[in-house]
């Protein structure tokens, strides 16, 4: 297990708010969707969330926790309650998540 150095800090929102961008956009254009950069936004965040668990980097848990906490107010004005639901789940599984990372690296740090 890694963490993210300082610059690594930049990389990431960098990636987010480009990957933000250019998906927004494409919605916009593309979808009929009525929130086309809150969509995107997530979808960039999730991305890159997806990214940096595969590399079992301990931070991916903190973007976790802010995209799932960013849906749930997306699905309800979508009128998706059960969905909003299911994310207020996710909440709970990326907290304990990141708990369960935090104490593991910090155990072999000692």
């Known amino acids: 297990m890694v963490l993210l150095q300082p610059r690594e800090y930049i990389l990431v929102a960098v990636a987010v708010a480009i ?3 250019l998906l927004g956009l494409f919605l916009d254009h593309f979808t009929p969707t009525d929130v086309p950069y809150m969509d995107g936004t997530c979808t960039a965040i999730s991305f890159v969330a997806q990214i940096l668990l595969t590399r079992k980097v301990l931070q991916n848990w903190i ?13 309800l ?5 059960l969905t909003a ?15 369960d990372w935090r104490k ?6 000692a």
Request: glycine share 4%.
């Open 104 to 109: 593991t690296w910090r155990t072999a740090q």
């Open 77 to 81: 004005y979508k009128e998706l309650a």
């Open 63 to 75: 973007l976790w926790i802010i995209v799932d906490i960013m849906y749930v107010p997306l699905y």
């Open 85 to 99: 639901i299911l994310y207020v789940v996710f909440l709970f599984i990326a907290a304990m998540g990141y708990k």
């Open 19 to 21: 990957l933000s961008g």
